[in-house]
């Protein structure tokens, strides 16, 4: 863990107990090893959503729609979500999630490359939320900011990566350590990293 578990689990404990569907998801991802935000970082993005007044959202790689709930829930009616992975049994969890939650007609589904999917969108977003292999973060850095609205938000999940970056070994470590590298180089964005769980790059458009 990258903070002390005491402070982790000290803040899990400001947390406010989550509804019966995202205790229910929170409970499949943990017995399935299926990987989510988790419920801090989860409130995070949330926040976040609604101090910009996002409304059309881009998340890539979405996994069982943990995130995706979160994030429509904060955009609110009317919103436009869109979810993105390349399983499709990840997919179809995640839809009868979302039609439980009644927000399935906020949500546009997209199972294959996120990146993919994203190309064939159209217009500009206010947030785009980055979880997908870390090897291929770089890739979404080159693509993801010039789909951002100026004063759009694009967040990285998993930018401490376990502290490996600190010793990088893989190709998905040395992906997180070059992301890390140019996203905070970047002209065009407003940088910043959180270390809450393990690790948040919060970049904003600035031109």
Do not use: C
């Amino acid at each position: 863990m990258i903070l002390n578990p005491d402070l982790e689990a000290y803040i899990h404990s400001l947390l406010p107990p989550r509804d019966e569907l995202l205790a229910e998801m929170e409970a499949y991802a943990a017995e399935h090893r299926v990987p989510i935000i988790g419920p801090a970082v989860a409130t995070m993005l949330a926040t976040l959503v609604r101090l910009t007044g996002a409304r059309r959202i881009f998340e890539l790689g979405s996994a069982i729609g943990y995130s995706t709930i979160w994030l429509a829930r904060a955009a609110g009616e009317g919103a436009e979500v869109h979810y993105s992975d390349g399983s499709p049994e990840n997919a179809a969890r995640a839809l009868s999630y979302f039609r439980r939650a009644g927000l399935a007609d906020r949500i546009t589904m997209h199972t294959g490359d996120a990146l993919t999917a994203l190309a064939t969108t159209k217009d500009e977003f206010d947030f785009i939320f980055n979880d997908v292999d870390k090897h291929g973060y770089p890739a979404v850095l080159e693509a993801a900011p010039a789909r951002l609205r100026v004063g759009g938000l694009f967040l990285t999940d998993n930018t401490l990566w376990h502290a490996k970056v600190l010793n990088p070994q893989t190709p998905d470590d040395h992906g997180v350590v070059e992301f890390n590298r140019k996203v905070f180089s970047r002209q065009d964005l407003d940088t910043f990293m959180s270390p809450l769980r393990d690790g948040v790059v919060v970049a904003r458009k600035r031109y």
